[in-house]
């Protein structure tokens, strides 16, 4: 036994080959969103063999816990991959109108990116020190869930959880204590499984924070925090109201977009044009009356104006895909996903929001009010449509990353798109441009992600 604890942390080479089939390629060089490279982690060797034992001889008594509570943290939290319920939070938060921060948008990005930098430094530092799981190194320790085919130290659970538990205090004050006592219980559900020491918590924990503060000074330096303080303008055509929502993105800092205006469309026609007069037609006369007939489409239309629809049904799929495709045994390639989700979401908003403000242009029930709608408009401008902006980029997006799915959630983002005419809030020519400018911002992401170093 003393033999196994002095070669701490070598395996055998079989066991080591093992492993190392199962990491992601070269994750130290892939790109990250913060941090400089994911080598760069700053994370210290593991413990002596010593220290190591006492790690061990506490495991021997902890994994077998049979405190119910702590059954089910284990079971909750081993459900998919370290980033799967941190997302899955943001998205049950989201839809149920819990608080995520001032804008959705935020919390899906920055706490994506803080996740997946994290994960990518802790399994840097895994394939620096090559430390084998506990119970290689004590086969008497016994495991509630399956060991993973990856090195221990340090934990990728405990650093996701200390870098989306971070982000999310810093979005949600109010909450701080909550989801910290949150990252604690995600990440000692690993010592209580067996399958990670006291030092591979700790380190992890303390990289994970880390990471989450530099997220955090990213996003204390967007803009988002500036208010909106210029006028309405006034004029045929011409948007009316007060307060408009999301004035202000339209000047934050895009993380991949060279500026908001990048791929802005071209002006929309005057509204006394033919082009909007026919436009106008279609949407008056699309069927939305409360019949047996129009029920597909106003049930869509009123669908995607619900809490998921508006935005979180993309990682609503995507957390499913995540299970479906057995990505619990690849962190980094789950965590790349959510990341280039939340970040192509991201830049399509500010695209979208630099649109709207720059024209300014009215929507429907403006040029004719007595036009009847399922539900009123948001409270901001027509041009161009912001859902098909999202819909489409996000669609792209998940497309690259699941080509066997690409059929069907381009459908989805179409419909959303569309629904939005259905419902009599948008004209075609929103849809049409919200489209093509959501369509350009997700090929600058996925060329950013053709070439991060992830291609095996």
Same mark, same amino acid.
């Given at each position: 036994?003393?033999?196994?604890?002095?070669?701490?942390?070598?395996?055998?080479?079989?066991?080591?080959?093992?492993?190392?089939?199962?990491?992601?390629?070269?994750?130290?060089?892939?790109?990250?969103?913060?941090?400089? /490279?994911?080598?760069?982690?700053?994370?210290?060797? $593991?413990?002596?063999? =010593?220290?190591?034992?006492?790690?061990?001889?506490?495991?021997?008594?902890?994994?077998?816990?049979?405190?119910?509570?702590?059954?089910?943290?284990?079971?909750?939290?081993?459900?998919?991959?370290?980033?799967?319920?941190?997302?899955?939070?943001?998205?049950?938060?989201?839809?149920?109108?819990?608080?995520?921060?001032?804008?959705?948008?935020?919390?899906?990005?920055?706490? /994506?990116?803080?996740?997946?930098?994290?994960?990518?430094?802790?399994?840097?530092?895994?394939?620096?020190?090559?430390?084998?799981?506990?119970?290689?190194?004590?086969?008497?320790?016994?495991?509630?869930?399956?060991?993973?085919?990856?090195?221990?130290? $340090?934990?990728?659970?405990?650093?996701?959880? @200390?870098?989306? /538990?971070?982000?999310?205090?810093?979005?949600?004050?109010?909450?701080?204590?909550?989801?910290?006592?949150?990252?604690?219980?995600?990440?000692?559900?690993?010592?209580?499984?067996?399958?990670?020491?006291?030092?591979?918590?700790?380190?992890?924990?303390?990289?994970?924070?880390?990471?989450?503060?530099?997220?955090?000074?990213? +996003?204390?330096?967007?803009? @988002?925090?500036? =208010?909106?303080?210029?006028?309405?303008?006034?004029?045929?055509?011409?948007?009316?109201?007060?307060?408009?929502?999301? @004035?202000?993105?339209?000047?934050?800092? $895009?993380?991949?977009?060279?500026?908001?205006?990048?791929?802005?469309?071209?002006?929309?026609?005057?509204?006394?044009?033919?082009?909007?007069?026919?436009?106008?037609?279609?949407?008056?006369?699309?069927?939305?009356?409360?019949?047996?007939?129009?029920?597909?489409?106003? +049930?869509?239309?009123?669908?995607?104006?619900?809490?998921?629809?508006?935005?979180?049904?993309?990682?609503?799929?995507?957390?499913?895909?995540?299970?479906?495709?057995?990505?619990?045994?690849?962190?980094?390639?789950?965590?790349? =996903?959510?990341?280039?989700?939340?970040?192509?979401?991201?830049? @399509?908003?500010?695209?979208?929001?630099?649109?709207? %403000?720059?024209?300014?242009?009215?929507?429907? +029930?403006?040029?004719?009010?007595?036009?009847?709608?399922?539900?009123?408009?948001?409270?901001?401008?027509?041009?161009?449509?912001?859902?098909?902006? %999202?819909?489409?980029?996000?669609?792209?997006?998940?497309?690259?990353?699941?080509?066997?799915?690409?059929?069907?959630?381009?459908?989805?983002?179409?419909? =959303?798109?569309?629904?939005?005419?259905?419902?009599?809030?948008?004209?075609?020519?929103?849809?049409?441009?919200?489209?093509?400018?959501?369509?350009?911002?997700?090929?600058?992401?996925?060329?950013?992600?053709?070439?991060?170093?992830?291609?095996?």
């Amino acid at each position: 036994m003393n033999t196994i604890h002095r070669s701490l942390p070598y395996i055998t080479a079989l066991a080591l080959a093992s492993i190392a089939a199962a990491q992601p390629s070269n994750p130290s060089e892939w790109k990250t969103w913060v941090i400089p /490279s994911g080598s760069q982690h700053q994370v210290p060797p $593991p413990p002596d063999a =010593a220290e190591t034992r006492a790690e061990l001889e506490w495991l021997r008594t902890a994994s077998p816990e049979s405190d119910p509570r702590i059954v089910e943290q284990v079971r909750f939290w081993d459900s998919g991959p370290p980033s799967y319920r941190w997302m899955d939070m943001v998205t049950r938060r989201q839809m149920a109108g819990e608080a995520v921060g001032a804008y959705f948008v935020r919390a899906y990005a920055y706490v /994506s990116m803080a996740i997946y930098d994290a994960t990518i430094a802790a399994e840097s530092a895994k394939q620096t020190y090559r430390r084998e799981r506990p119970s290689q190194a004590d086969p008497s320790i016994r495991t509630r869930v399956p060991v993973p085919a990856s090195f221990s130290y $340090p934990s990728d659970y405990a650093a996701t959880a @200390a870098a989306a /538990s971070t982000v999310m205090a810093y979005l949600v004050p109010a909450e701080a204590e909550y989801f910290h006592s949150l990252a604690q219980e995600a990440a000692k559900s690993r010592l209580y499984a067996g399958v990670e020491n006291l030092s591979d918590y700790h380190a992890g924990m303390e990289l994970g924070r880390r990471i989450g503060e530099l997220v955090i000074a990213k +996003a204390r330096a967007d803009g @988002a925090d500036i =208010a909106f303080g210029s006028a309405v303008p006034t004029g045929r055509c011409i948007w009316t109201g007060v307060n408009p929502g999301n @004035a202000s993105a339209a000047n934050w800092k $895009p993380l991949l977009l060279t500026s908001p205006s990048e791929f802005r469309p071209a002006p929309p026609p005057s509204c006394d044009s033919a082009q909007v007069q026919a436009e106008m037609a279609v949407v008056r006369n699309f069927p939305r009356a409360l019949t047996s007939a129009n029920m597909a489409t106003n +049930a869509k239309a009123l669908y995607w104006q619900t809490n998921e629809g508006i935005f979180p049904w993309a990682f609503v799929h995507l957390n499913r895909w995540v299970l479906e495709d057995k990505l619990e045994q690849n962190p980094a390639r789950a965590a790349r =996903a959510y990341a280039l989700l939340g970040a192509v979401g991201y830049d @399509a908003f500010i695209a979208s929001q630099d649109g709207k %403000f720059a024209y300014w242009y009215l929507r429907p +029930a403006q040029l004719e009010p007595s036009l009847t709608t399922l539900f009123n408009a948001p409270n901001f401008p027509s041009y161009p449509s912001n859902h098909s902006t %999202f819909s489409t980029a996000r669609a792209e997006m998940l497309a690259y990353l699941f080509p066997d799915r690409a059929g069907l959630i381009r459908a989805l983002g179409k419909e =959303a798109g569309d629904s939005r005419i259905w419902a009599g809030i948008h004209f075609p020519m929103d849809n049409h441009a919200g489209v093509t400018l959501g369509a350009n911002v997700a090929h600058k992401f996925i060329a950013w992600a053709e070439n991060d170093g992830s291609q095996r």
